[in-house]
């Protein structure tokens, strides 16, 4: 017959607490003075601040590096198809729309230099960009970026679109965004 306590062995006391301690404190410190040379011992201590630095470093430096993707907001992939597609030149093409005013404002209000400000805030060091979701609403910006690309694919150089797409939005000339007219030789792209 089985009983409970013969499943539980009766430990004497001294033993329990040894183990405890064990648990607790797996490698029993050394104390007292140390058995390795001095020399040895500032090479120790240097090399672990060198590994507790290169760690600090690994996971600083790691997460920076390996950072993941930054996200794309669900308006640069779900939003209507002239608002995607504005985006997705934006992203592509940030020169073409780097010398074209934006119309609707956002200039004195969000401080945009152009069109390009109204769907790129930045971009990482790795060229990645972060949105700005202004694009998203404004009919305004997507009419312009939607002439640029017209433009452009009509065989138009940048030049020549601003001046079209200037004299288009005449009648928004106020609002315009400072944005400085493309170099004479900026082609294109
Ligand atoms: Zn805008």
Not at 5 to 22: F, G, H, K, Q
Not at 26 to 38: A, M, Y
Not at 153 to 160: D, L, R, V
Request: net charge negative.
């Amino acid at each position: 017959m089985v009983t409970e306590s013969a499943l539980i062995p009766d430990e004497p006391e001294p033993v329990r607490e040894s183990l405890v301690n064990r648990v607790i404190d797996p490698v029993p410190r050394q104390r007292g003075p140390s058995l390795l040379p001095r020399s040895e011992r500032i090479s120790r201590r240097r090399f672990l601040g060198a590994v507790a630095l290169a760690a600090a470093a690994a996971t600083s430096s790691a997460g920076w590096l390996y950072a993941r993707e930054p996200e794309t907001p669900w308006y640069v992939t779900g939003g209507p198809e002239d608002v995607r597609l504005s985006y997705a030149f934006a992203v592509e093409q940030p020169e073409a729309l780097r010398h074209i005013p934006c119309y609707c404002g956002c200039g004195r209000q969000d401080g945009h230099r152009s069109v390009l400000d109204c769907y790129i805030a930045d971009r990482d060091l790795f060229g990645r960009p972060s949105y700005d979701s202004h694009g998203v609403a404004c009919p305004i910006c997507t009419a312009v970026v939607g002439q640029v690309q017209a433009h452009l694919a009509a065989g138009k150089t940048i030049e020549q679109a601003r001046v079209e797409i200037d004299q288009f939005f005449s009648p928004y000339a106020n609002h315009a965004t400072d944005t400085p007219p493309p170099d004479k030789h900026t082609h294109g792209q």
